[in-house]
């Protein structure tokens, strides 16, 4: 028979909260691992009542939910928090605010709705700032990915590496109608594997060669359910 650990079963969860937080500045380049343990640190200093799971090694009940890669920007970032007691929403983002460092920002709490956050996050759009590249160079590799029907590119893993389709996924790209450096435009929709937007740029430098020496700067605006190719909001009750 397994063994058991002493004491008293935790409490139940009476309560779900989902979270959507920043991640900015120098903190884009925290990987997802550290911003778990900063959640959990802020948590035990904003005393918010969390759940916990059973067994010898009990952890606080958090979800998370398609993070951004390491080195990107994104203002829309989701977790899932099981909570013991019941809280009022915002004054538990004023107090998670206050204990998250500088550029990990939280900028709405809510109740959660039915169903699974996961399932809500079906497509993400991405703004990406193109520092030393030609304009007409961008528009013209932007067009030309876009009369393409599969466009390969190798994605480094631990096991070595992998061809994905930079081309399906994508929904929509297009050159901002801005001044200044030339920006693109991303809606991609969630795959498996996730193609993310250092992938289209090498499928844009390998039919256009619009990259420089400089680093692009992509930033996530949203993510959420996808309807006629609009990312909308995966907190809203309906899908």
């Keep these: 028979m397994a063994r058991q650990p002493d004491g008293p079963p935790p409490p139940p969860v009476v309560q779900k909260l989902r979270l959507q937080y920043a991640k900015r500045g120098r903190l884009r380049f925290s990987s997802h691992?550290?911003?778990?343990?900063?959640?959990?640190?802020?948590?035990?200093?904003?005393d918010v009542p969390m759940a916990y799971s059973a067994g010898f090694h009990p952890h606080p009940k958090i979800s998370f939910a398609n993070a951004a890669p390491t080195g990107t920007a994104s203002?829309?970032?989701?977790?899932?928090l099981s909570l013991a007691e019941r809280c009022d929403p915002e004054a538990v983002r004023r107090a998670l605010d206050e204990s998250l460092p500088q550029g990990l920002d939280v900028l709405l709490v809510v109740e959660a709705?039915?169903?699974?956050?996961a399932d809500r996050l079906e497509a993400s759009e991405?703004?990406?700032?193109?520092?030393?590249?030609?304009?007409?160079?961008v528009e013209s590799a932007v067009a030309q990915f876009l009369?393409?029907?599969?466009?390969?590119?190798?994605?480094l893993t631990k096991n070595g590496p992998r061809t994905l389709d930079a081309r399906e996924p994508v929904v929509s790209l297009a050159v901002e109608p801005t001044t200044g450096e030339p920006t693109i435009?991303?809606?991609?929709?969630?795959?498996?594997?996730t193609v993310r937007p250092n992938e289209v740029l090498a499928a844009l430098e390998m039919?256009?060669?619009?990259?420089?020496?400089?680093?692009?700067?992509?930033?996530?605006?949203?993510?959420?359910?996808?309807?006629?190719?609009?990312?909308?909001?995966?907190l809203t009750v309906s899908a």
């Design 147 to 155: 009369a393409q029907e599969r466009v390969d590119v190798e994605r």
């Design 126 to 137: 991405w703004l990406v700032v193109l520092p030393g590249t030609e304009r007409s160079a």
């Design 185 to 193: 435009r991303l809606v991609v929709r969630h795959v498996t594997p």
């Design 75 to 80: 203002e829309a970032e989701y977790v899932e």
């Design 207 to 234: 039919l256009g060669g619009v990259l420089s020496e400089q680093a692009a700067q992509a930033t996530r605006l949203r993510q959420g359910p996808l309807r006629d190719g609009v990312v909308g909001d995966p």
């Design 113 to 117: 709705a039915p169903g699974a956050l």
């Design 33 to 46: 691992r550290d911003f778990q343990r900063a959640l959990e640190r802020a948590l035990r200093r904003a």
